[in-house]
């Protein structure tokens, strides 16, 4: 299955050289003075939606800017733990280098040598999990213990990484062994480490604010210029909704499927008869309607405000 590459807007002062699902990639159009200037990149967070694979016509107004504005109160919280790509979301009317007209929804980020693989860690059983662990009684090669259900929280967080997918194709879910044979032992043990501590230090400080996150994806880069050429470091987007699984704590009921701080909107509505959608089919999704965009809208707003303790004004 492949899905059309989204148009990305153009941004003064940048050059596109690339679009994911959500994300658009700039490099700088002009060189920089001063050593490493250019060695940077500006991330935008769109306001598009995908599901099942597609990237949706319909986006959902002000989600790039909770997205960046997350993934940022994130990567302070986690600043001791591991480096980060973040070098700046300060716009250009307040003296930084993020050009007004994506203020808010942008991050200047450091260049990475990215590593190839998803650092996907669970704390709760559920999805794609869930399916393994029906037929294996395993998630990516680590042994669970029997009886578990949909939303059972596992006797400790589990690392099961997957590999990257191109735009339109479903990340694979691997063992560590493979994902050592792809980027060498030392590294994918690096990686499994590196991931569990921030799903660890995640976990605690949501819980804390009556969410459970269940699930989270990560990716990670080598450095490859300034004084720490060679350490690993976090990039991406970190602990949103679209990367993670948040669960409402009062609300938790193994044994079926939890509520969400997510787009379960978007994919119940799709799936459901209102659609009218064959989700075997090659046709893409139809447009969403408004009463599904405004609460999926919600529930991401609600998400930022909830973790945070910060009010989001879109």
Excluded at 28 to 55: F, Q, T, W
Excluded at 103 to 119: I, K, Y
Excluded at 169 to 189: F, K, M, Q, T, Y
Excluded at 292 to 314: D, I, M, N
Aim: hydrophobic share 40%.
């Amino acid at each position: 299955m492949t899905a059309a590459l989204p148009t990305a807007a153009d941004v003064p002062g940048w050059t596109h050289t690339y679009s994911g699902k959500v994300r658009d990639l700039y490099v700088p159009a002009e060189p920089s003075s001063g050593p490493g200037a250019d060695d940077v990149v500006l991330v935008v967070a769109s306001d598009r939606i995908s599901a099942y694979d597609h990237v949706l016509s319909t986006p959902v107004p002000g989600k790039g800017v909770v997205l960046t504005q997350l993934s940022l109160w994130w990567f302070e919280q986690l600043a001791d733990l591991v480096p980060t790509h973040v070098v700046s979301a300060a716009a250009e009317r307040e003296g930084g280098r993020v050009p007004d007209a994506v203020a808010g929804r942008a991050m200047v980020c450091r260049r990475l040598d990215m590593f190839p693989v998803e650092c996907v860690a669970r704390g709760y059983l559920t999805g794609s999990g869930l399916a393994e662990y029906a037929t294996s009684g395993e998630v990516c090669g680590v042994p669970l213990p029997p009886g578990l259900v949909d939303g059972s929280r596992l006797p400790a967080p589990i690392f099961t990484p997957a590999t990257k997918a191109a735009v339109g194709e479903h990340d694979e879910n691997v063992s560590l062994e493979v994902v050592a044979a792809r980027i060498g032992e030392p590294d994918a043990h690096l990686l499994r480490d590196l991931t569990l501590a921030v799903y660890a230090r995640a976990e605690a400080v949501a819980r804390e604010r009556g969410v459970l996150l269940a699930d989270t994806k990560l990716e990670f880069g080598r450095a490859t210029t300034g004084p720490d050429a060679g350490a690993v470091v976090l990039g991406d987007e970190v602990l949103t909704p679209d990367s993670s699984r948040f669960w409402p704590l009062d609300g938790w009921e193994p044994g079926r499927a939890q509520p969400s701080f997510d787009k379960q909107f978007v994919r119940d509505w799709l799936t459901s008869p209102a659609s009218g959608w064959d989700r075997a089919s090659d046709a893409p999704p139809p447009p969403l309607p408004d009463d599904v965009v405004e609460r999926t809208r919600q529930r991401y707003v609600e998400a930022f405000e909830r973790l945070t303790g910060r009010t989001l004004s879109l």
